[in-house]
């Protein structure tokens, strides 16, 4: 079993940052990849920026300039830096992972963290 604990959520004002953490902890052979959504009240889930070592990083375009995705394959986790945050950015953001595991069984699975919320004030 493996679980995605994200951190580093919070309030700011227009303008500022914050930078998310997401830890994959577990039973982990190796992790294909990460990726950070997010959703706002009322809207559907949406992919905010992911990175795999065969793709490299993507990004939606309304994060394109001001957001930074990172990873660090010795903790398993991801990051995303966030800059020029604006009050749509407002919403609780997810990680999601697939990771690869040997025990107890081989096997590969997509997971979800629970979310932590982002707020920027105007």
């Known amino acids: 079993q493996v679980q995605l604990v994200e951190s580093g959520g919070g309030l700011v004002q227009a303008g500022g940052s914050l930078r998310l953490s997401c830890e994959a902890i577990?039973?982990?052979?190796?992790?294909?990849?990460m990726d950070w959504y997010r959703q706002a009240p009322g809207k559907q889930r949406e992919l905010v920026a992911g990175?795999?070592?065969?793709?490299?990083?993507n990004y939606a375009d309304s994060v394109k300039g001001r957001f930074t995705i990172s990873r660090d394959n010795a903790k398993n986790t991801v990051y995303l830096q966030m800059n020029s945050l604006k009050p749509e950015d407002t919403a609780v953001y997810y990680c999601?992972?697939?990771?690869?595991?040997?025990?107890?069984?081989?096997?590969?699975?997509?997971?979800w963290g629970r979310g932590t919320q982002v707020t920027v004030s105007s």
């Open positions: 999601n992972a697939e990771v690869s595991s040997l025990v107890p069984e081989k096997r590969v699975a997509n997971y």
């Open positions: 577990g039973s982990i052979d190796s992790i294909n990849y």
């Open positions: 990175i795999s070592s065969y793709l490299g990083t």
